[in-house]
């Protein structure tokens, strides 16, 4: 038993017992759909129909229906894959890396936070499979597959082929983690529901019997699987960069991109958890559990990795200068003064200079200001990616070939039905499926007081 | 086994052969009789039910599955020099009016799909342009006429003829309305009516009118003829606004001269020098040293002033006052005096005064008979405007009984046209002979179209003492006749058009020894395509007897030309693409930017830069405003395209474009400039200096272009240029040395790699492209989009930068001398130094789009090539995006089979156009990546036909679509690995070396990127401008 202090600040606040927390948590599984879930569903499912045109669009028309071109053959696809990827690292950094760090903050919020990374992964699986301008074989071939043409294989040099690799394990290995992390609390809502309900829990939580050994192998699958998911927190975006990194344009070579997006990465991914969090404890009534607390942590990380972010940008900066490389000095300038300039500065604010505010112990304690800022890091990281993709192909090495990007009505359509998809997914893991981790928060009832145990 | 002789019974009865058991013995169960196949009543039995049904089924579904019906229909006598796949190549010759080019046609499989100079003539050397490589597909044109008709109902042959022979017979006068004919066999097919009918006049006239020249060959020599030019030997060579390059009288043969004049080594560091005052920025004046700008009101001045420049050195009298103070005119006479009789002076004018004063130049310069040749006159135009305008008139007047338009379009493309539209009407008969129911066509009476000429026999002479053949490549496809054979008909001639043309050539049979018979001489002549001969010169040509006094031509000069505009000025051009908009039903030439705006599908009005900011009118991205342009009483709206280099208070509006009866490609693009000439002053002006009125009429409008950057913002690593005085100091001048910096020391970008690098054991292909030689004329550009079945995607797919030409040529404005920020460096200089780029796959041997493709679509060949498999290709669009050149294009869309580009993908849409696709090629699918292959299938084609002969691949045997179409030799395609080859010597390659990464002594040659060393395969030239010191 640690050793705790009283005067430490609880993480669970309201005098929560553990059948409050079973209670407070299984309600919304048991419970009649509410009309703001409902009404949200509407919604995102509206979305994701809006959406589907546009991704039926380009698969029977072809890649032609973007706005893209002989240069810029890149654009928001690739934008928003490196986006939504993004987004999915938040989930495994705090169920794996924080759980490794023994951060017990972390239990109110993993399991949405992995649910998100789930959604957002697919929904960032779906831009390379449709980018292809034949996804039907593209598909197949991508994978390093037998096959009957000799001895032919994918080009292992190729980053887009770590791309493969890389997102398929991190979805792999996020799918398990958090699946057996929801093991033990479908087995809760199984042992409180009857007739059908108590048969679909009980298949979904494999014959949980709370035994003390079961306990055990859930707590030793739990940290080798943080284990092996530790290394694709930081593996996952470093690949993705590659993918720039290794590329000759002005703009994407450089050795800097690693690092700098895995802290975007994180940024993003916070951000879109508050986004996220602040919603679902206002509409589930879970403030004792997901608490300004966890919020002003969340924040804290918001403020490290949107720093890390900014000295990445200067820095590009000042390599650029400092290699003479005119083309890529070209590149850096046309960023800041170009014709996107506006996606630039925008990025520049809404990444840089607003999680500054963060500083400020009233903003980052303030949920409105809290989810605000939320939103505009991530539009800020979707204007990141954008900058990198679209400005530095747009004016590369031979001005003979630079042109504009404008995004049409069907890009903006495969954008929404993303937000479509990953939105219905969640409203439905929200009703379905226990939003907080009833097992490993009923873990840290205890150690901020043992009073609170009544 | 053994085998087994034994036999079995069933039983006794079988044994017995009883009677009882034989009846039922086929039965298998004899005991239980089989349920009769039709029940007591006659309805079908279950079984039956079953049986149908399955066979219904399966019947129905096969039926559904049959796949289309594709006709392969084999020979049942293979002809005997048609092989499948292998192609076969006839010498032959494209005429369009004056436009000459002696060709070889390749056919495959009874096809022609591609159009190669002919190497064989002295005239145009293996050069062609744009509009020739593009023709063939005219061949395919689903707008040509299918049969003759009579008043709209199509007819035949025999009713026509019957119908015609009689009506003609009864006419009266007629006229047979041509453009320039070269053909004389054609000439005498006229001459048959005329000797039946009597009273048939011949009117030429040109839509594009040299008759200035002419007309004044006449007012100062006496004769009427167009001389023939000889730029290479000219040392100096000044133009007043001809486009000798591009559009003015015979552009390949010039381009040829004016290169081998531009032509330059480290052996024989000289070049002309060429200054060009012109209002529109025309390719020639792009190509120019000294480029000055001027009004179309200061043309006639500037000429002038020359004249009397050089006069005043020659000490001969000078004519007229008013003397022009323009750039570079001055240092002109001076350079032009120093090297005179080396010298040539062009003018694009057509007024016959101007032209004058340009022959007296000449004269004064002692170039006649050199550079300028009046006894080896060509014939390329024979018009005459003023003829021509009285004929309408006359027909206007009800004073001609018949009209034949012969494969001509006046009423659209004669200024004045409009007038004919309405008087065709008022002649008894009316004819028209052309392929396709043009604007006159849809007027006449009689259609009885031509062949193609590629259907068709015939003859030329383009020069004195040149002839070439042309003949069928293919059998008709409709059921068209020779218009040459439709003249006999009805003069009542039966002989065939091709015995004709063999009697006609009997004389230059009788003129030669070589040939014992005639049929051997004919074969050799057919073979070859052209012949020189003097035999059919009915005399020699006089000498000639210069006027000497030009003071009536200066005055004339003097009364119609200003030193400044009154007002608002145009000057009407002809594009390289368009040409005079007889071949713009070709979605080819509409696709192909043009040389200098880079603008595809339209005509626009050019504007100067100046005007455009007094206008408050900027362009981005093709992003412009509608003009209403007012001129000679006719008004147009147009879009506006800010051009460097337009004069000031000039405008530029090109022919060629708003066709009505063209066919479905070229209907409605652009509006027809024609309709603002006139041929009122006793030619057809160009220049219009009275009454123009622009203004923008704030309609927004977006011109597709394929380049919206104009400057190459200094980059130094893109283009790399001197002037001539600074290379003759040093080879390498101009030239930019990347050095990257490792452990202390800098080196060479191609000394640092992580690549093992290639070894490349048998061949290495490599391509050499000299930038002075390029013109940017983009005839390579039309070949390789013939050669390789290059889609055409149309003007909104231009619009969204979508082009795929493999091959296209970069054209950079020069910055603002002053310019220093970035936002300077974007914006061309008013008037601007122009540099041509053909940028195409490099082919680098560390290739960034081959180690990024994730399925190894793009791959390295053993012999240098950067190789693109599209079977395996998925479309990740990751190789173009990491091609530093931008050179890979993407199928955006499915462009074959698509109804959506049915209308401008015609070689990949219908049955027609397909006939003109390059079977060695295939038709890329949506989704795949594609680019230049250095036309891989030409290359294997030669290793197989060396292999054959069990030889080695000799250089010459195998070469590039653009390198052949090119006329000036810029493009240089080779085995880097045969020491022997052109490549390898032009670029001076250090030893026979196997090893990827060539070592290269010429200086002058260089990579573009050199810094990131992927290593290309394709080298260039740096561009040596012959400019005193570095100025624009």
């Known amino acids: 038993m640690q050793v705790t202090s009283p005067v430490r600040e609880p993480l669970v606040t309201g005098g929560k017992t553990y059948k409050d927390v079973t209670n407070d948590i299984a309600r919304q599984v048991e419970g009649k759909p509410t009309v703001g879930w409902l009404l949200g569903l509407a919604v995102a499912l509206g979305t994701l129909l809006i959406g589907s045109l546009a991704l039926v669009a380009t698969l029977w028309e072809g890649i032609g229906m973007w706005g893209l071109n002989k240069t810029v053959g890149w654009a928001w696809d690739i934008t928003n894959f490196v986006w939504w990827v993004g987004i999915g690292h938040a989930g495994t950094l705090i169920s794996a890396v924080l759980l490794l760090f023994r951060q017990k903050w972390r239990t109110s919020i993993n399991r949405a936070a992995e649910a998100m990374t789930i959604f957002a992964v697919i929904c960032a699986a779906l831009f390379p499979l449709i980018h292809m301008g034949r996804p039907w074989i593209g598909a197949i071939w991508a994978l390093p597959l037998p096959n009957t043409y000799g001895s032919l294989w994918v080009n292992f040099n190729s980053p887009l082929l770590w791309d493969v ?148 940008y200067i820095t590009e900066f000042f390599m650029a200068w400092y290699s003479g490389v005119a083309a890529e000095q070209y590149a850096f300038v046309n960023r800041m003064f170009g014709p996107y300039w506006w996606a630039y500065w925008s990025m520049m604010t809404c990444n840089v200079i607003s999680p500054q505010l963060f500083w400020f112990k009233k903003i980052r304690t303030s949920i409105a200001a809290t989810f605000i800022l939320s939103l505009v890091v991530n539009i800020g990281m979707w204007f990141e990616r954008f900058v990198i993709i679209v400005t530095s192909l747009h004016r590369d090495f031979l001005p003979s070939s630079w042109v504009m990007f404008y995004p049409t009505i069907t890009d903006v359509g495969v954008y929404l039905f993303t937000f479509g998809f990953f939105f219905t997914a969640f409203l439905l893991f929200a009703k379905f499926f226990p939003v907080i981790n009833m097992a490993e928060v009923k873990s840290v009832l205890k150690s901020s007081s043992e009073k609170t145990i009544k | ?278 209002s529109n920025l025309s390719l020639t004046g792009a190509n120019a040293d000294y480029r000055t700008p001027i009004t179309a009101s200061q043309n006639g001045l500037a000429v002038l002033t020359l004249y009397n420049l050089i006069a005043q050195k020659a000490g001969a009298s000078t004519a007229g006052a008013n003397n022009l103070d323009l750039a570079h005119l001055k240092k002109a006479a001076d350079e032009l005096w120093a090297n005179r009789g080396n010298t040539l002076v062009v003018s ?95 007027l006449v009476q009689y259609l009885a179209p031509d062949h193609h000429y590629l259907e068709s026999w015939n003859d030329f002479n383009p020069k004195k003492g040149m002839y070439s053949l042309s003949q069928p490549t293919i059998s008709p496809l409709f059921n068209t006749r020779q218009a040459q054979e439709s003249f006999l008909k009805w003069a009542g001639n039966s002989s065939s058009y091709y015995d004709f043309i063999r009697e006609g050539w009997q004389p230059m049979f009788a003129g030669q020894q070589e040939m014992a018979d005639f049929q051997s001489f004919w074969d050799s002549c057919l073979h070859d395509g052209v012949y020189q001969t003097t035999a059919m010169e009915e005399e020699a040509t006089e000498a000639l007897s210069p006027a000497g006094d030009i003071s009536a031509a200066a005055s004339a000069i003097g009364s119609s030309y200003k030193a400044q505009a009154s007002g608002p000025e145009l000057v009407v051009y002809t594009k390289v693409g368009i040409g005079s908009g007889t071949y713009a039903n070709n979605p080819w030439l509409h696709e192909m930017p043009d040389p200098i705006s880079k603008a595809t599908w339209d005509n626009y009005l050019t504007v100067s830069q100046k005007w455009a900011n007094d206008n408050g009118l900027s362009m981005k991205e093709g992003a412009t405003q509608m003009a209403t342009v007012t001129a000679n009483g006719v008004s147009f709206a147009v879009p506006v395209l800010i051009q460097p280099g337009q004069a000031e208070g000039t405008f530029g509006l090109a022919l060629g474009y708003g066709r009505t009866s063209a066919g479905r490609v070229a209907d409605g693009l652009g509006v027809n400039a024609y309709a603002l000439l006139n041929a009122g002053k006793g030619y057809v002006s160009y220049d219009i200096t009275e009454g123009v009125e622009i203004s923008l009429t704030g309609e927004a409008y977006r011109i597709a272009q394929t380049q919206t950057h104009q400057t190459y913002m200094g980059r130094d690593f893109v283009i790399q240029e001197a002037t001539l005085g600074e290379y003759k100091e040093d080879a390498s001048a101009g030239r930019y040395h990347p050095e990257i910096y490792k452990d202390g020391e800098f080196y060479k970008p191609s000394k640092i790699s992580l690549w093992s690098g290639h070894k490349y054991s048998q061949h290495h292909w490599g391509l050499a492209i000299d930038m002075n030689s390029c013109i940017g004329c983009a005839a390579c550009t039309v070949a390789c989009q013939v050669e390789n079945n290059v889609a055409v995607v149309g003007k909104q797919e231009v619009l969204n930068r979508r082009e795929m030409a493999w091959i296209r040529i970069d054209r950079y404005y020069s910055s603002p001398e002053e310019a220093t920020s970035n936002k300077e460096l974007e914006q061309a200089a008013d008037n601007p130094e122009v540099t041509f780029q053909p940028m195409m796959c490099q082919h680098c041997n560390n290739a960034p789009c081959e180690t990024v493709c994730p399925v190894v679509a793009t791959t390295h060949s053993s012999e240098g090539l950067n190789q693109m498999t599209y079977n395996r290709c998925i479309g990740t669009r990751y190789c173009a995006n990491n091609c530093p050149y931008k050179v890979r294009r993407f199928n955006w869309f499915k462009y074959h089979d698509n109804k959506d580009f049915a209308g401008v993908n015609t070689a990949q849409n219908d049955d027609l156009g397909k006939m003109v696709l390059n079977p060695d090629v295939t038709v890329r699918a949506r989704g795949v990546m594609e680019k230049c292959s250095m036309c891989v299938q030409r290359i294997q ?32 395609f080779g085995d880097m690995n045969d020491p022997e080859s052109r490549v390898s010597k032009m670029l001076k390659i250090e030893e026979n070396s196997t090893e990827a990464i060539k070592e290269v002594n010429e200086e002058r040659a260089y990579h573009v990127l050199e810094e990131i060393n992927v290593s290309p395969n394709v080298w260039y030239f740096t561009k040596i401008r012959n400019k005193d010191k570095n100025e624009a």
């Not at chain 2, 057509?350 to 006894?375: K, M, S």
């Not at chain 2, 305008?389 to 018949?402: H, K, T, W």
């Not at chain 2, 054959?948 to 000799?954: G, N, T, W």
């Open chain 1, 165 to 312: 690799f890389a997102i398929s394990t991190y979805f792999s290995v996020s799918l398990v983690f958090w699946y057996i992390g929801l093991i033990p609390d479908f087995a809760t809502i199984r042992d409180r529901a009857t007739g059908l309900r108590k048969v679909i829990y009980g298949a979904l939580s494999f014959g949980w019997d709370g035994a003390a050994r079961t306990w055990m192998r859930y707590e030793s699958v739990s940290l080798i699987l943080a284990g092996l998911a530790t290394p694709l927190v930081l593996s996952v975006h470093t690949i993705v960069s590659f993918d720039f990194a290794t590329s000759v344009i002005p703009g994407w070579h450089t050795t800097i991109f690693p690092p700098y997006f895995v802290a975007g990465a994180i940024f993003s991914g916070f951000a879109m958890v508050l986004t996220l969090m602040i919603v679902t404890r206002k509409v589930f009534k879970l403030e004792d559990y997901i608490t300004i607390g966890h919020i002003e942590l969340m924040n804290i990380v918001i403020i490290i990795t949107g720093s890390i972010v900014g000295i990445a």
């Open chain 2, 1 to 278: 086994m053994k085998e087994n002789k034994k036999t079995y019974w069933k039983g006794l009865e079988q044994l017995t052969n009883d009677p009882e058991f034989v009846k039922n013995a086929d039965q298998e169960f004899p005991g239980f009789t089989a349920k009769k196949n039709q029940s007591e009543d006659g309805a079908s039995s279950r079984r039956d039910f079953l049986k149908m049904m399955g066979f219904s089924v399966a019947a129905a579904s096969l039926a559904a599955c049959e796949a289309p019906v594709r006709k392969a229909i084999p020979y049942v006598n293979k002809p005997v020099d048609v092989n499948p796949s292998i192609p076969n190549y006839y010498a032959s010759t494209f005429s369009n009016g004056g436009d000459y080019a002696s060709v070889v046609v390749k056919t495959r499989e009874g096809r022609p799909i591609k159009i190669d100079g002919n190497k064989l003539s002295p005239i145009t050397q293996g050069g062609t342009n744009a509009i020739v490589e593009a023709s063939v597909l005219s061949l395919y044109d689903k707008a040509r006429l299918t049969g003759p008709q009579i008043n709209g109902q199509a007819a035949d042959w025999a009713s026509l003829d019957a119908e015609l022979s009689s009506k003609l017979a009864a006419a009266g006068s007629i006229k047979v309305v041509t453009n320039t004919v070269l053909s004389p066999s054609t000439e005498r097919a006229i001459n048959q009516m005329a000797e039946r009918f009597g009273d048939v006049e011949q009117i030429t006239y040109d839509p594009v009118s040299n008759y200035g020249i002419t007309r004044a060959s006449e007012m100062y020599y006496g004769t009427k003829v167009l001389p023939s030019y000889q730029f290479e030997n000219a040392k100096v060579i000044v133009s007043f606004g001809a486009d000798f390059l591009g559009s003015w009288i015979s552009p390949i043969v010039f381009a040829r001269q004016y290169s081998k004049g531009r032509k330059i080594s480290k052996e024989n560091p000289n070049m002309s020098r060429h200054f060009q005052f012109e």
């Open chain 2, 348 to 442: 694009g004018s057509n007024d016959p005064n101007v032209q004058v004063v340009v022959h007296a130049i000449n004269e004064l310069l002692g170039n006649v008979g050199n550079t300028v040749d009046f006894e080896n006159p060509v014939h390329y135009r024979k018009g005459d405007d003023s003829r021509m305008s009285q004929f309408v008139s006359e027909l206007n007047a009800g004073r001609v009984g018949a009209v034949i338009f012969y494969n001509c379009n006046p009423v659209y493309d004669f200024g004045g046209g409009q007038a004919l539209a309405e008087a065709i009407s008022k002649a008894k008969v009316s004819v028209s002979t052309s392929e396709v129911k043009n604007e006159t066509a849809a």
């Open chain 2, 941 to 972: 084609a030669g290793k197989l036909a060396a292999k054959r002969e069990k030889r080695k691949v000799k250089d010459g045997d195998i070469n590039v679509a653009c390198a052949v179409a090119c006329p000036t030799e810029a493009l240089v």
